[in-house]
């Protein structure tokens, strides 16, 4: 596979699950992000990795616990989420952070009942 | 604070005809800007950027001006095709002062009429 892969597509979890969301990057890319996309709004970063430390928590409700394990794998953990938590959510990684443009995965569609 | 905004939400060209999409922005300290293009179902798919020592580049097909006078940013589609209708975002980054983080605007649907 090439690019930025996400897995599931397609999430729906009650407000007591816990679930987790998947990415991987094939590009080689040292940083990747976590963004939440939800209906007429613009895209909003929740979490920065460069090199597998978070550099960025942009002020995200615990309920979402991010994972890096290696420059490749992304995870983002979720548990006893808000019905207003539906969203798409994307991962996205680059070469390095900076002045790099940002390449995403399709994304995760969660519908949290 | 800081925005990126879309002067409109929605566009609808002809097939054939240029299409130009506009940006603003507010953060004078931003030099980094990126045009994305998200078809339905897909995530952002990246199409051109632009630092802030330049006022344009040109890829095929597109042109990306920015004019940091007025902090307006336009993309330019020439000749644009069905295949071009999507939502396309602009996005600026204030690297010194933001560590790269990009801030999005709300997007531009564009439609495409054969």
């Known amino acids: 596979e090439t690019g930025v892969t996400q897995t599931p597509r397609h999430l729906v979890m009650g407000m007591t699950n816990k679930k987790s969301l998947k990415c991987e990057q094939h590009l080689g890319h040292n940083a990747m992000y976590w963004y939440k996309q939800s209906a007429k709004k613009p895209l909003e970063l929740m979490f920065v990795?460069?090199?597998?430390?978070?550099?960025e928590n942009n002020s995200v409700p615990s309920r979402f616990s991010p994972e890096c394990p290696n420059s490749s794998h992304l995870f983002l953990h979720l548990h006893t989420l808000q019905p207003e938590d539906s969203a798409l959510y994307l991962c996205?990684?680059?070469?390095?952070?900076?002045?790099?443009?940002?390449?995403f995965g399709p994304g995760t569609r969660l519908t949290v009942l | 604070g800081e925005s990126v905004g879309l002067h409109l939400p929605t566009l609808s060209v002809q097939e054939g005809d240029n299409s130009i999409i506009n940006c603003a922005y507010s953060n004078s300290a931003s030099d980094y800007f990126i045009w994305y293009k998200q078809e339905s179902g897909k995530g952002p798919q990246f199409i051109i950027d632009i630092r802030s020592n330049m006022d344009k580049r040109q890829g095929q097909r597109v042109t990306v001006l920015l004019n940091k006078t007025v902090k307006h940013l336009s993309l330019q589609i020439a000749a644009t095709q069905p295949g071009d209708s999507a939502v396309y975002f602009c996005a600026e980054s204030d690297f010194e002062n933001q560590g790269g983080k990009l801030i999005f605007g709300q997007g531009t649907e564009l439609s495409v009429k054969p």
């Open positions: 990795y460069s090199l597998e430390e978070r550099v």
């Open positions: 996205a990684s680059s070469h390095r952070l900076g002045k790099y443009e940002q390449f």
